[in-house]
C-alpha cells in the first residue's frame, strides 16, 4: 500500500494500523521537530494503539505485527524511529482510568 502525495507520512501509518489492527484508540504523533533532522523530515514517530488483536500477547509480538503493517516504511528508510506503546482495551482502561469529564464549577446562560 503506497501513500499518495497528499497524505503525510503520519497519515499513512493511521491508514495502515486502522486497516491492519482495528484499534479502540490510535494515535499516531510526529516527534521528528525533537530530533536533528531537516524541517518537515516526517521521520520520528510515538505511536499509542489500543487493538484487542494485542490481548495475550507480549510486547514483541505486538511491535512485530505494527513493524509488519509499516514493513514498506521501514525497509525503505522513510521512518527512521517508532517509539511504540501498545495495549489490549483492558491494559488501556487501567492504564488511563476512567475518562470523565471535570465537574461543573457553575456558570449560568445569562452571564
Same mark, same amino acid.
Given at each position: ?13 493511521? !491508514? %495502515? ?10 494515535? &499516531?504523533?510526529?516527534? #521528528? ?12 514517530? %510515538?505511536?499509542?494503539? &489500543? #487493538?484487542?488483536?494485542?490481548?495475550? !500477547? /507480549? ?13 514498506e516504511e521501514m525497509s525503505q528508510k522513510r521512518i527512521h524511529a517508532l517509539a511504540l506503546h501498545t495495549f489490549s482495551p483492558?491494559?488501556?482502561? %487501567?492504564?488511563?482510568?476512567?475518562? !470523565? /469529564? ?5 456558570? #449560568? !446562560?445569562?452571564?
Amino acid at each position: 500500500m503506497h501513500y499518495g502525495p497528499n497524505m503525510t507520512m503520519r497519515e499513512n501509518i493511521e !491508514k %495502515k494500523l486502522t486497516a491492519g489492527l482495528t484499534p479502540t484508540h490510535l494515535e &499516531v504523533i510526529d516527534e #521528528s521537530h525533537q530530533h536533528n533532522v531537516p524541517k518537515g523530515a516526517e521521520s520520528h514517530f %510515538k505511536v499509542i494503539a &489500543v #487493538s484487542p488483536q494485542f490481548e495475550g !500477547k /507480549s510486547l514483541l509480538p505486538r511491535h512485530r505485527a505494527i513493524y509488519g503493517l509499516l514493513s514498506e516504511e521501514m525497509s525503505q528508510k522513510r521512518i527512521h524511529a517508532l517509539a511504540l506503546h501498545t495495549f489490549s482495551p483492558d491494559e488501556w482502561a %487501567k492504564e488511563t482510568g476512567p475518562l !470523565k /469529564s471535570p465537574p461543573c464549577l457553575g456558570g #449560568s !446562560k445569562a452571564d
